[in-house]
């Protein structure tokens, strides 16, 4: 028995630390922890509500637009008012053109150097030793694939940018819809860019990643996990509830999905590096002290249930609920998923310019309330997205985000059962335990990112108590 | 190759559609060409951040990321994009460090992570042994040719540094003794970081701000050169986000914040906040963001020990250094006779809204007055604290005397009246 750490594990965003025990060349257990701590809900209190929908994006330059709509989503509730139906239709394009960005990136700057060898020169050597089993010249062609779908991606900020201001960081989602207003002009720029992205995703990045597939057939079977599924739903498709893709629940690859009741999500901290509490929270109520020298602890990232359950988020989750894709859960089946969930989305997005209506207003002016409380639940490209925010006196009181990489990270909960990538861990053949390459494909398909994972939320400090 | 005069007018100059990037390409590829600049090594070092930096340097168009990569930098260490990992990753850092000494750029994304030493932010595993940010930066920071802070975090603490900063994370140049280029923005601009880059590999150091800055991008502020400037001048003014009209009076940032945003805009030239409707946050400003906050009250928040409170309770001394850069804008602007009447009218002062409390010039005056406890030894000794307190502050502002000198003069004239 063999216990290796990976530190950094590199290629996902920001630091990790991934420690396996091998046995007879097979992964026997795994620990997974984020090594940053940043504590951006407590730098979110006490804040300006009207503020927070554009700075809670700072948590994650990757997936920065879905916390301004999760952010924005709270406090709609909290503010019980709704978005334009104009606002809401540039709201969903521009998440989607983030999704176009980040599924690209996720596949082909960070998903492919582990089945193909790029050009002979940094940042793709020294390479990593492994089973490169691509022959040569296709090497080449999804290399060129790699550059172009980094313009692509380019790209698909420059679309969001049309809408939003500006990438990462969007700056015009409000509570109501957005500041930007449709014109034909920006209609036709936003199609022109539109129609390139989907000519790329139809040609290259789906026939791509169907090819890895293929030379790599043996990751049909590893990273299975759980096969517990969960998805908050993603884009709205008109005023109430009713999204594109809808929210859900499956258990144990079950074809059959349930429905979702956010009342049943906890929160604990048995593994992670916080101050213990015995009971387990609903995000509303959390209240955590970091704590380093918490013995049993190894991560930053705390362990979200559901019905006492770990579940995983993401594309494959989305696809399986809405009954698109239900072949499998694995490395494979995770990276095929994530394409062919691009494609569905792009189609969403031509269906939205559709329904833009010029002159139209794209915000909903309100008055803020002194006093209220929401909760905003939406997907985000890797998962599972919330955001709770209390308000009272007209400042946040209490704010509370659970990431979708906090779902599909945690540590191991009280009964020592495994997060879902842990729990994915499991199995997966090692032939070089100098370069781990295979837990790297395995942890990789989850489109990690850990600076947004690591959270935490109420410290014993008295506010409000210091007066002049 | 190019003077750096030429450079720098092509910096400047930034009309749509032609990118800094597609100018600057063809001369740094015929320098290369005639030997006269090297691929330059480049280590990336990712702390305390969100990554945003490193996805905005992604949205580099011209050069493309494979001209950039492969052309321009040599970028051995960037944990986003290097196919090691693990301890053969941590072999390359080291290698490039041993045998370019004195030759690699750094680049830094992200705050400085400094609780419990630093180990609130591990990066990486040397035999063995967890090595924090700091500890790394410190290292090798030392032995680079150029140390670049990219993004408010690196350069400034920025939003990883805000009140109440459980990290306790500080800017780059908070750590090290050395001189650090600053490229500020929530994130930073693929062009001014391109563009930074270039002009390091081929003329050496730009010049800088007092903060560092680069005054290519950094040189002007974003209020100069608006396009809305001109609702500005003829006092039409917005009252909500998506309004026409300036957002000066909804908190616009623009007067205090340095950047050239509104003639360079973003992702390829298509757009940028206050054309699409909200109003600048002040991301490229050094106090982003706690000094930026409301981002739509003219006034910022004061963080003191023990909690927030509104500007109104400790008196218009203290109310922040934008709020004094703002309103001695305006104030300037209405002395000089720049605005017509129409402005002056504009710019009355609605009645604040219950829900909203705007705190105004006038109101905070008044609070002034009213208030027994806002002696001049009160407000003073609170500054102190205050710039005690907020990190930032405490660094920028204790250098410079005159601003207290300034702020003192101003006290005493308050009290008098």
């Keep these: 028995m063999v216990k290796k750490r990976i530190l950094p594990l590199t290629r996902v965003h920001e630091p990790m630390q991934v420690e396996v025990e091998v046995n007879d060349g097979q992964v026997t257990d795994a620990w997974v922890s984020g090594t940053l701590f940043r504590g951006f809900e407590l730098m979110l209190e006490n804040r300006d509500p009207r503020d927070t929908a554009i700075y809670a994006q700072r948590i994650c330059g990757i997936c920065s637009t879905a916390h301004a709509v999760a952010g924005a989503l709270a406090l709609e509730e909290a503010y019980n008012i709704q978005p334009t139906p104009n606002g809401s239709l540039i709201r969903n394009l521009i998440f989607g053109s983030d999704f176009i960005q980040n599924h690209l990136r996720q596949f082909y700057v960070l998903t492919l150097p582990d089945y193909a060898r790029g050009p002979n020169t940094s940042p793709f050597r020294p390479l990593l030793k492994g089973d490169y089993k691509i022959p040569k010249n296709i090497e080449e062609k999804l290399y060129e694939n790699y550059w172009k779908a980094t313009e692509i991606s380019a790209k698909a900020h420059q679309m969001l940018a049309i809408w939003g201001a500006k990438a990462p960081h969007q700056q015009t989602i409000l509570p109501g819809g957005v500041t930007e207003k449709p014109t034909a002009e920006k209609i036709n720029m936003f199609t022109a860019l539109l129609r390139e992205a989907e000519k790329f995703v139809v040609e290259k990045y789906i026939p791509d990643v169907y090819t890895i597939a293929e030379y790599y057939p043996e990751y049909y079977n590893i990273g299975k996990g759980y096969g517990n599924l969960m998805s908050y739903g993603l884009f709205p498709s008109g005023p109430g509830n009713d999204k594109h893709f809808k929210p859900g629940i499956v258990e144990k690859f079950s074809r059959k999905p349930s429905q979702l009741d956010p009342r049943k999500i906890t929160e604990e901290v048995e593994h992670s590096w916080y101050k213990q509490d015995e009971a387990q929270h609903h995000p509303y109520e959390e209240e955590t002290v970091p704590d380093m020298d918490k013995p049993q602890a190894y991560s930053w990232v705390k362990t979200p249930l559901y019905n006492n359950k770990p579940f995983e988020g993401g594309p494959i989750a989305r696809m399986w609920i809405n009954e698109k894709y239900q072949k499998g859960v694995s490395v494979n089946d995770r990276n095929i998923a994530r394409a062919l969930e691009l494609k569905e989305i792009i189609n969403f997005m031509y269906l939205w310019l559709e329904k833009l209506n010029l002159g139209q207003p794209t915000l909903n002016k309100h008055e803020p309330k002194p006093t209220a409380e929401g909760a905003g639940l939406t997907d985000s490209m890797r998962g599972q997205l919330g955001h709770w925010v209390k308000i009272k006196n007209g400042r946040t009181a209490h704010y509370q985000i659970i990431t979708p990489s906090a779902w599909n990270y945690s540590p191991k909960d009280k009964n020592n059962r495994r997060g879902p990538v842990e729990e994915a861990l499991i199995g997966t053949p090692v032939e070089s335990l100098d370069s781990l390459i295979e837990v790297g494909r395995v942890i990789r398909c989850f489109d990690p990112c850990f600076s947004c994972s690591v959270h935490v939320i109420k410290g014993n400090r008295k506010l409000d108590k210091y007066l002049i | ?417």
């Design chain 2, 1 to 417: 190759m190019l003077s750096r005069r030429e450079f720098l007018k092509l910096c400047m100059q930034t009309t749509a559609g032609m990118s800094l990037a597609r100018l600057l390409r063809p001369e740094i590829l015929k320098a290369l060409d005639q030997g006269e600049i090297t691929r330059s090594p480049v280590i990336w070092l990712e702390l305390g951040s969100c990554t945003g930096e490193s996805i905005s340097l992604d949205n580099t168009l011209d050069p493309d990321l494979k001209r950039l990569f492969l052309e321009i930098i040599d970028l051995r260490y960037h944990w986003l994009f290097i196919q090691a990992q693990g301890e053969l990753a941590i072999k390359t850092l080291f290698k490039t460090v041993e045998e370019d000494a004195g030759r690699f750029i750094l680049v830094v994304e992200g705050s400085v992570v400094t609780r419990n030493d630093g180990m609130y932010n591990i990066v990486l595993d040397r035999n063995g042994q967890l090595i924090p940010g700091i500890q790394l930066l410190k290292e090798i920071a030392p032995q680079a040719k150029h140390v670049v802070a990219v993004g408010a975090c690196a350069a400034f603490g920025g939003p990883g540094a805000a009140y109440p900063n459980p990290a306790k994370a500080v800017g780059v140049q908070d750590i090290l003794n050395l001189k650090v280029i600053n490229i500020p923005g929530c994130p930073s601009h693929t062009e001014w970081m391109v563009g930074t880059l270039a002009h390091l590999i081929m003329y050496g150091e730009p010049e800088l701000n007092n903060y560092n800055c680069p005054t290519m991008f950094f040189g002007k502020t974003i209020h100069d050169l608006c396009h809305r400037r001109s609702d500005y001048d003829n006092g039409k003014f917005a009252n909500y986000p998506g309004d026409e009209g300036c957002f000066y009076k909804i908190g616009c940032k623009g007067p205090v914040t340095y950047a050239d945003c509104p003639t360079r805009q973003w992702n390829n030239h298509i757009n940028w906040p206050v054309k699409a409707g909200i109003p600048c946050i002040g991301c490229a400003n050094p106090h982003f963001p706690d000094g930026m906050m409301p981002y739509f009250e003219h006034l910022p928040d004061i963080y003191l020990p023990g909690g927030k409170t509104r500007i109104e309770k400790i008196g218009a001394t203290l109310g922040g250094i934008t709020a004094l850069g703002i309103s001695s804008h305006m104030i300037g602007s209405i002395l000089t006779g720049r605005m017509g009447k129409n402005q002056i009218k504009g710019t009355q002062l609605r009645e604040p809204n219950p829900g909203e409390k705007a705190p105004v010039q006038e109101k905070i005056l008044d609070n002034l007055e009213k208030t027994e406890k806002t002696s001049q030894e009160l407000v003073l000794s609170k500054l102190d604290e205050i710039l005690r307190y907020q990190h930032n502050l405490n660094i920028k502002l204790m250098k410079k005397p005159s601003f207290l000198k300034k702020l003192k003069f101003w006290v005493k004239k308050k009290d008098e009246k």
